[in-house]
């Protein structure tokens, strides 16, 4: 897919929200209505900000697991993915890093 056909620039601006850490990493605070919140919090900014697109990663996991997410961390970040959809009409990605 070219960009051209996604964005309606040819330079376009992606933003990108880093997820608290999630149930199962090492850093995990033990509350999943912050990390929605606060990328919920995030992802408006960055629509209100302009951007042409967001990106929603679980940056904030490492140490990260060798070759595999749990059903929990891909149901939250499917979640949010689908709550973002709901507020915003831009392109969407997910990067899970692993």
Do not use: C, W
Not at 29 to 57: K, P, T
Not at 70 to 82: D, H, N, R
């Amino acid at each position: 897919m070219k960009l051209d056909s996604l964005f309606s620039t040819s330079k376009p601006i992606i933003g990108v929200v880093h997820l608290l850490p999630l149930p199962g990493s090492p850093k995990y605070g033990g509350y999943q209505d912050l990390i929605i919140d606060r990328a919920m919090d995030e992802i408006e900014l960055l629509n209100d900000g302009g951007v042409s697109g967001i990106i929603i990663e679980n940056f904030n996991d490492d140490p990260f697991s060798k070759h595999n997410i749990t059903k929990v961390q891909f149901g939250l970040m499917a979640s949010i993915l689908a709550q973002a959809r709901s507020k915003v009409n831009i392109p969407l990605g997910v990067n899970v890093h692993f």
